[in-house]
């Protein structure tokens, strides 16, 4: 029973999932527009941290977690891009 609950949940959440907007709030933008520059800040704050580390371990460990989150920066602009790219051709 509890088997049969669960899948039943999950594909509820599935089909939520898929019914999501294909375009994005201005709020949702806003939002985005804000991780964008905490995640941007922390890259900066890792590379910063690279040069007053001894330890090459730390120092690689820094690299690889400012690459994500730049990756991630990136990712996110992407989402807002094309968001704003669909607004735009909504209006014409």
């Known amino acids: 029973m509890q088997n049969q609950t669960q899948t039943t949940s999950s594909m ?23 991780e964008i520059s905490w995640l941007t800040n922390a890259a900066k704050k890792c590379m910063h941290n690279i040069s007053s580390c001894q330890d090459t371990e730390v120092q690689s460990l820094l690299r690889q977690m400012a690459q994500t989150h730049i990756r991630h920066a990136q990712l996110l602009a992407g989402h807002c891009t094309n968001a704003a790219q669909k607004m735009a051709s909504s209006q014409h």
């Open 12 to 34: 509820n959440m599935a089909n939520a999932q898929s019914l999501a907007p294909g375009t994005l709030a201005v709020k949702d933008v806003q939002y985005l527009q804000d």
